[in-house]
């Protein structure tokens, strides 16, 4: 019984300690079996390139866990660490590449292995532009609004010269890039008091990143305006008509403030040509008026200056002469002419002075009203006439060789103009010499240089058998050179009494034995002598005997025989030189370039000159260039055309 109940107890015992064993394994199983975890609830973040925050989670039963980065300049976290779950936050700052970038933020735990999150930011392309591309202003002047719209900086600029002087802009540069933006510009217009409409060009460009250039036109209308013609006007000491010419588009007024200036009409509107009359000055000093044109709170004024008729007229019974301006007759110091008397003295000196090698320079223009004009005689001088004019009225009747200078020998004369019109009215049928020389230069040149003069006024030859008549010479000898001179008058080879008439009638010269090169003439028209049976006519020379050189003709020409738009008779040679006149011939030998090319070894006309003209009359080759006998031959040195 005992034995019994002692073995129950030991049962017992062994099965508690088996009971606490099993207990104790399964406690120690249960702690070993929980692991330490860490988990992240993202592993990249992206970002746009303004940048911004963005926040992940990290789940952990870890004790500790700490965040770090790759990069530090652009990307921040708070916070750093932290243990079992937590949230981090990403901040990035804004990117202005042109290219994407990454980071990597890692993770770390202990007793876990390192997670890792990867940070891309996109690139932006870079965006500019004007809006609108068109700003239109009031004439009177405004303020207006435009957009720049943009994501880099960027600069304006006004982009032509001209948006420099009447355009302003409250505004014109950006530096900071981020996303973009929209930013107000203001731009101030100046009031355009022109005529016409204007436009400027407003550009923006990229600072620091390249972008094409973009434009805003900017155009504004024309507004009130008032313009003249001149400034001054200047009128001889005699009754005189001028025009000048008013732009506007609006109604204006003229007021003169002298009695003796009077304007026709005195008042209009928009585009007009207005009549300054001036009555006779008969004071023995110049005089001025001022013509005062308004329109609205526009205004514009116009001096008018007229000479004295004691200073600048050269007049019957009041020009007395005297002694010249200054000078000594050298050619530093030549003797100089500034008004009528001192011309008087040169015109009388003449008589019994040749002036060989003296100097003289005109100094002011000169009018002449004479009734008879006594030409400088048989001048062997030098003449500079400064760019200076003689008008009004070059006549006689009494010189066979008549012009400003009645002959010239061994003298040089240049920049002299002349607007007179020069008649020489004598009739010199019964006479021995037969013959009329005329020329606003002079009637007749030997051994003479004729430089850049200008003729603007008509000249007509005198009554003869023979008649020599040229715009600038009536003949000239073999050793005279005419260049660079320019003539726009009528020119007329005068009359012829009786039968066998003949005339030699050029734009520059009658007839030539010498050189003309670079002349120009523009006249109406060039017209042979009246009832002459034989005519030489041309738009430079009615007879050539020498060379001439890159001349143009733009008048038209007229006559009986042998009439040509360069050369009525070509006894020399013609080279690169154009007509486009008229050429009209009522007899025989009629052509564009030359009438009568004389069929000698040392006559020729090249074919680098060029007829444009229409010609009506008689001619021997089809293009119409040539009216007779030798033709247009190959130019020898290769110029193919008119230069």
């Given at each position: 019984m005992i034995k019994q109940q002692t073995l129950s107890n030991t049962t017992k015992i062994i099965?508690?300690?088996?009971?606490?064993?099993l207990i104790c394994k399964g406690c120690l199983e249960t702690t070993t079996d929980i692991p330490i975890t860490m988990a992240l609830s993202t592993d990249s973040l992206s970002f746009p390139s303004s940048g911004g925050q963005k926040s992940f989670t990290v789940e952990s039963n870890t004790n500790k866990w700490t965040v770090s980065s790759n990069v530090s300049s652009w990307l921040t976290f708070s916070p750093d660490s932290g243990q079992g779950n937590g949230s981090v936050t990403v901040a990035v700052a804004p990117y202005t590449g042109s290219i994407p970038k990454s980071a990597t933020i890692t993770v770390n735990g202990t007793g876990v292995p390192e997670k890792m999150i990867n940070v891309t930011v996109s690139n932006e392309t870079p965006t500019l532009s004007l809006v609108p591309s068109l700003l239109s202003i009031d004439a009177a002047g405004e303020n207006k609004t435009f957009i720049v719209r943009s994501n880099i900086s960027w600069t304006l600029t006004r982009g032509n010269d001209a948006a420099r002087t009447w355009i302003t802009l409250s505004r014109s540069y950006r530096t900071i890039r981020d996303s973009i933006a929209e930013i107000e510009i203001t731009l101030m217009a100046d009031a355009n008091t022109g005529s016409s409409p204007r436009e400027a060009k407003?550009?923006?460009?990229g600072t620091d990143v390249h972008v094409d250039t973009v434009y805003m036109t900017v155009s504004q209308a024309a507004g009130t305006y008032l313009d003249v013609s001149t400034t001054s006007m200047n009128f001889s000491s005699n009754s005189e008509q001028k025009d000048f010419t008013i732009t506007s588009n609006t109604s204006w007024n003229i007021i003169s403030n002298q009695s003796w200036c009077t304007v026709r009409p005195e008042s209009g509107a928009e585009n007009k040509i207005i009549t300054v009359s001036v009555d006779g000055n008969p004071n023995v000093t110049p005089r001025q008026a001022t013509l005062s044109i308004t329109a609205g709170n526009l205004s514009k004024q116009i001096t008018i200056i007229q000479e004295s008729i004691s200073s600048s007229e050269f007049?019957?019974?009041i020009v007395a002469a005297s002694d010249y301006g200054s000078g000594r007759g050298s050619q530093i110091l030549p003797f100089q002419i500034y008004n009528a008397r001192q011309l008087k003295k040169l015109v009388d000196d003449s008589k019994s002075n040749t002036f060989v090698d003296i100097y003289f320079e005109l100094k002011s223009n000169i009018h002449v009203t004479a009734n008879e004009w006594s030409p400088i005689h048989d001048f062997r001088g030098h003449f500079d006439g400064g760019g200076y004019t003689i008008s009004g009225t070059l006549k006689s009747s009494s010189y066979i060789y008549f012009g400003f200078f009645e002959s010239l020998d061994s003298a040089h004369v240049s920049n002299l103009n002349i607007t007179a019109n020069v008649s020489n009215e004598g009739n010199f049928t019964s006479t021995s010499i037969s013959s009329a020389y005329t020329g606003a230069i002079a009637g007749e040149s030997l051994?003479?240089?004729?430089?850049?003069c200008k003729i603007t006024g008509a000249v007509t030859g005198g009554i003869a058998p023979s008649k020599n008549t040229g715009g600038v010479l009536g003949a000239g000898n073999e050793s005279t050179v005419i260049k660079n001179c320019i003539v726009s008058g009528k020119i007329s080879g005068g009359k012829s009494v009786g039968a066998n008439g003949l005339s030699y009638t050029g734009g520059i010269v009658g007839r030539i034995m010498g050189e003309i090169t670079d002349c120009t003439v523009s006249s109406a028209q060039i017209i042979c002598g009246e009832n002459d049976v034989?005519?030489?006519?041309?738009?430079?020379?009615g007879q050539n005997n020498n060379i001439i050189n890159n001349c143009t003709n733009h008048a038209e020409v007229i006559g009986g025989s042998n009439v040509g738009g360069i050369v009525g008779s070509n006894w020399g040679v013609i080279h690169t030189s154009l007509?486009?006149?008229?050429?009209?011939?009522?007899?025989?030998?009629t052509g564009g370039l030359v009438g009568l090319n004389n069929n000698y070894n040392d006559v020729h006309i090249y074919d680098c000159c060029e007829n444009r003209g229409f010609v009506n009359g008689s001619w021997a080759n089809s293009n119409n260039q040539i009216g007779g006998e030798k033709g247009v031959e190959p130019c020898p040195d290769k110029h193919?055309?008119?230069?």
């Open positions: 099965v508690s300690v088996i009971i606490f064993c407003i550009a923006a460009y007049s019957n019974g051994n003479v240089t004729i430089s850049n034989t005519t030489y006519t041309g738009g430079i020379a007509n486009d006149g008229n050429v009209s011939g009522t007899v025989t030998t193919t055309q008119r230069n």
